[in-house]
């Protein structure tokens, strides 16, 4: 047997381990199969929720004032829009008078099937065709019970963690495969969050707004502008690096990219690093306060100016560093040292953190051994 | 030749030291040691800028971190969207991290959770009281488009709504429309960028949450381009304990009193988190983070010490 395999029989040892001290000593173990569970979700203000008049139930809550309204069998939830999307729209009866509100109808978002409740502090609520329609003004809440793969993933999340950890005493199958997992997922989850928040509503939504707001009504109210037809022929340039042959034409829109960000990060680092900073360094050496001088601001603000003076002899390379020069330079390095310390000392703190974060979420999320 | 002890401990394998830095974060976990926390300055002037602003000010928090900076960040986080809620503070949260924004959403309901707790009916209405933005690409460039018209990229909210539809976006044209903007960053794009291409060009007050890595980097910019820092998991554990003692104390005591489990001042922290969901996140943690650094100080000790010893052993051999 491989050393790697050994390693990985070892990581599976002690993922059964703690799995048994979570049962022994936590208050119970996460539950690992997948289960029903009510789940919260906030309402915009745009939203309406339908259902069979008989399966409704409201029900006002005085100690909280608010109204909870029910539907066993669940709400089909529906969202205002433009009239023009569609034929299964129909028209909104929470709103009086259909002329002040000519263009906006309702249309179907999903049909749930599964228990559901609204709750809020002021719903409108009114009855047409058998059906109850539920609107919230001013937001609330939806609880849903939702079918739940939480207890599946804390599971799984909490080997993956054991799997990387594992990389500590060496290299094997599992940790290989969780790494590339790892980087699998993120960027699947880059490019699923791009396409929907950006290419959408900013390059589709601005040249097919209709057709855009089928999916995404907010989108569609925009007005289309052809202009951003240059972003999309640089954008599907950029894919020509794909190719071997044509490779060479993506390069135009790299170009393009370069250019931007150089001209974009000069300005600022012109105005607020090199400008800015060197407005910032030129403070007073006595700082005084209600009481006189204060003397803890004084003091920094002395080694300040010590610092960045000395620490740019030591980068002042025109002339010998011998003398006072070489003094004022031995100095700087001394600053830098301390700099660099300090920077070194912030940077094992940050990764400190990050391990009690795991730790935290093996030890109160996956085992329940502590409350977080 | 069977090495002596002095051998043992130079030569000690990385993986000892992995186990021991596992240990001293694992122990105090398991047995809850927290250490007192005291505000610095710069903690005290950021808390001063979200508590002297008028209730009803804008404040545009951007999310730009993600799960592998969470335990660092939320903590931070979480404390802010509480003390803008307390301060009836309306929230514009964006992202310029594509798993920001979802981070947003958990933050937000977090805190609405708990600020409904100890202040019943408490309405936080979506499009009143907070918006989520969302995430939009191209870095510091989305800060520069929004220093001018914020609508060119943010056309929608995250729900899809069209912003002119969300009551709060009105009047909101672009940085300049906000009176205080909160940077909770892991990298780039992040505090730095908000700096350079936004708060110092739209003269507008800014105030960051780094993560401990970055914090150096951003130290320059105090006082005169940033109102203030917190820096990792130790800012934002001060942080928690300042809105503690100044915002919180009275108002979960009075809340528990109500609720029939009045607390002392001993065991406050405990009943609030038992009866109304509060907890100390980053205070807590910084309990785990102390033992490790005395651990890992404990072992540049020794490292340096074995280290002086060999050289006066060489120097020894050269001599004779």
Redesign the interface.
């Known amino acids: 047997m491989s050393r790697g395999m050994k390693i990985s029989l070892g990581l599976i040892a002690v993922f059964i381990g703690l799995s048994l001290i979570g049962v022994i000593f936590g208050r119970g173990v996460t539950n690992p199969l997948p289960q029903t569970e009510d789940r919260?979700f906030?309402?915009?203000?745009?939203m309406v929720f339908v259902a069979p008049t008989e399966h409704v139930r409201q029900v006002y809550d005085e100690?909280?004032?608010k109204t909870r309204v029910v539907a066993p069998h669940g709400f089909k939830i529906m969202r205002q829009a433009p009239a023009e999307y569609g034929p299964r729209a129909e028209s909104d009866p929470c709103r009086p008078a259909p002329e002040q509100t000519p263009r906006l109808v309702l249309r179907d978002v999903r049909q749930e099937s599964r228990q559901a409740a609204v709750v809020a502090?002021q719903v409108e609520v009114s009855e047409r065709d058998g059906n109850t329609y539920v609107r919230v003004p001013?937001?609330g809440m939806l609880i849903e019970q939702v079918f739940s793969f939480r207890g599946v993933l804390v599971w799984f999340a909490a080997f993956l963690t054991l799997a990387i950890f594992s990389f500590?005493?060496d290299d094997n199958p599992i940790y290989k495969f969780s790494e590339h997992l790892f980087v699998g997922v993120s960027a699947a989850?880059?490019m699923v969050?791009?396409f929907w928040?950006?290419m959408v509503?900013?390059l589709m939504?601005k040249l097919w707004p209709t057709l855009v707001a089928r999916i995404?009504?907010?989108?569609g109210?925009?007005e289309r502008s052809w202009l951003y037809l240059i972003p999309l022929v640089f954008g599907l340039i950029l894919l020509m690096r794909l190719s071997r042959r044509h490779g060479w034409i993506s390069r135009w829109s790299l170009a393009f990219i370069v250019g931007?960000?150089a001209g974009?990060?000069f300005v600022?680092?012109l105005?607020?690093?090199f400008v800015?900073?060197i407005?910032?360094a030129m403070g007073p050496l006595v700082i005084t306060g209600p009481h006189g001088i204060d003397a803890g601001a004084t003091f920094s603000a002395v080694v300040l100016f010590i610092g960045v003076l000395s620490s740019l002899v030591y980068f002042f390379f025109s002339s010998e560093h011998k003398g006072v020069m070489g003094l004022a330079g031995r100095l700087g390095v001394w600053f830098l040292m301390i700099?660099f310390g300090?920077?070194f000392g912030?940077?094992?703190?940050?990764r400190?953190?990050?391990?009690?974060?795991?730790?935290?979420f093996i030890?109160a999320d996956w085992l329940n051994?502590?409350?977080? | 030749m069977a090495k002596g002890w002095y051998e043992r401990i130079r030569d000690i394998d990385r993986?000892w030291i992995?186990l021991l830095?596992?240990l001293a974060?694992?122990l105090p976990?398991?047995f809850?040691m927290y250490f007192p926390e005291i505000p610095t300055p710069m903690v005290k002037q950021v808390y001063d800028q979200i508590e002297n602003l008028p209730a009803g000010s804008r404040v545009l928090i951007d999310f730009s971190y993600d799960p592998?900076?969470?335990?660092?960040l939320q903590p931070m986080a979480i404390a802010w969207v509480r003390h803008c809620f307390l301060k009836r503070h309306r929230i514009y949260a964006m992202a310029l991290w594509?798993?920001g924004?979802q981070l947003a959403v958990e933050t937000i309901?977090r805190a609405i959770d708990f600020v409904k707790k100890i202040e019943?009916?408490r309405?936080i209405?979506?499009?009143?009281d907070f918006v989520n933005l969302?995430?939009?690409?191209?870095q510091?460039?989305v800060i520069?488009v929004v220093l001018t018209n914020l609508e060119t990229?943010y056309?929608?909210?995250i729900?899809?709504?069209?912003i002119?539809?969300?009551p709060m976006m009105a009047g909101v044209v672009n940085l300049k429309s906000f009176d205080l903007i909160v940077s909770v960053s892991a990298g780039l794009p992040g505090s730095k960028?908000w700096?350079?291409?936004g708060s110092?060009?739209a003269h507008v007050p800014l105030v960051s949450g780094s993560?401990?890595?970055q914090?150096?980097l951003l130290y320059?910019?105090y006082p005169?381009?940033l109102v203030g820092v917190l820096?990792?998991?130790?800012g934002a554990a001060e942080y928690e304990q300042l809105l503690f003692e100044r915002k919180l104390k009275p108002l979960l005591e009075k809340r528990l009193a109500e609720l029939g489990h009045p607390a002392g001042a001993e065991d406050l922290v405990a009943q609030a988190?038992q009866y109304l969901g509060y907890?100390q996140?980053g205070i807590k943690?910084m309990g785990?983070?102390t033992i490790?650094?005395l651990v890992?100080i404990a072992f540049i000790i020794i490292g340096n010490i074995t280290y002086f010893i060999d050289r006066r052993r060489a120097r020894g051999r050269k001599t004779r």
């Open positions: 919260e906030s309402i915009p203000n745009n100690e909280n004032k502090g001013n937001g500590m005493y989850y880059w969050i791009g928040t950006v509503p900013n939504g995404n009504p907010g989108v109210e925009v931007t960000t974009l990060n600022g680092y105005a607020s690093d800015g900073q407005e910032g700099t300090a920077s912030y940077t094992v703190m940050g400190v953190a990050l391990l009690v974060g795991r730790m935290e030890f051994v502590i409350i977080k | 993986r992995f830095i596992a974060v694992v976990l398991l809850e592998a900076s969470m335990p660092e594509p798993l924004q309901n019943p009916g309405e209405i979506y499009g009143t969302g995430y939009k690409s191209g510091q460039g520069k990229l056309s929608t909210d729900n899809g709504t069209h002119s539809k969300i960028e700096v350079q291409f110092d060009p993560t401990a890595v914090a150096p320059p910019y005169r381009q820096g990792g998991l130790k988190g907890s996140l943690r785990p983070q490790a650094h890992i």
